[in-house]
């Protein structure tokens, strides 16, 4: 662990130039004195380290040390494909390792480059989850990344409703979808989708498993979340609308109704409206989904729907003139 903080602590001062105690304890996480400790042992190992005490002094590298240590192991260079993602790099035990590597990258650069990586990091940032959202306890997650970064198989406890089933899986892929985890898991012939979230128990067999050579993890989540999005959408609506106003079925409308309905729009009569057709989980959703559009809609069948609408809009009305 040590020796790990020491190579960080290295890569640190030849990216930055150098640095405060203060800042270095806070990036490593350790305390003021700790750093100090291994200054002293980068010292003594032969590296021209020195520290300037007082005002504007800090931590340094004698000017034109560079360390041979910028090599990526394979670990590393894996993290790398998750640097934007530092948050899911944590959840799969890769959280040091990224750093690291991201310390090496930088180390590597020659000095404009490596102001103009550091200036972007210090100006995005990707947070994946909406708001308001409680992230999924995963306490398994890092047992079911390693299987798969081993091509291990796995034997899970899996939550469904109120009982939990067993399942011997061959893990092929990890999905974050909205900041929750799914795994992307052969069971016999079938491959399904499992929500890390309700993985109970996960171990690993000590049988390995040859992956299918034709498997594309980001096809088939698409292909799924496509069967998934159709399969939910089993009510429809006729409707007309404000050509105008169709930018509002997005308000409350899931995505993929909204792609569904724009396809089945007609000719826009002598008002500028248009008929379609909106698809929806049930008719109660679909009723609070097009109750914001207000004055630019109208349901035109079902009748159920129509009259739902109209209740809700008559008490509405009631509501804000009580004396009508």
Known sequence: ???SRLVQLLLLLQANGGATAAELARELEVSVRTVYRDVEALSSAGVPVYSEPGRGGGVRL???YRTRLTGLTSDEADAVLLAGLPGAAADLGLGTVLATAQLKMLAALPPELRGRATRIAERVHIDMPGWFHRPDETPTLATVADALWHDRRLAIGYRRHDKTVERTLDPL???MKAGT???IARDRSDIRSYRVSRIATAVPTGESFTRPADFDLAAHWQESADE?????LRVSAQCRISADH???????????AVRQALTSIGAPDADGWVDITVPGES???LAHALLPIGEYIEVLDPPELRTAMAGTAAAMYARYHPSA
């Open 1 to 3: 662990m040590r020796a």
């Open 173 to 175: 892929g990890l999905v």
């Open 228 to 232: 998934f999005a159709r399969s939910i």
């Open 62 to 64: 004698i000017d034109g």
């Open 181 to 183: 985890w799914y795994l």
């Open 283 to 285: 008719y109660e959703i």
């Open 246 to 256: 169709l930018n509002l079925l997005r308000l409350m409308n899931d995505p993929a």
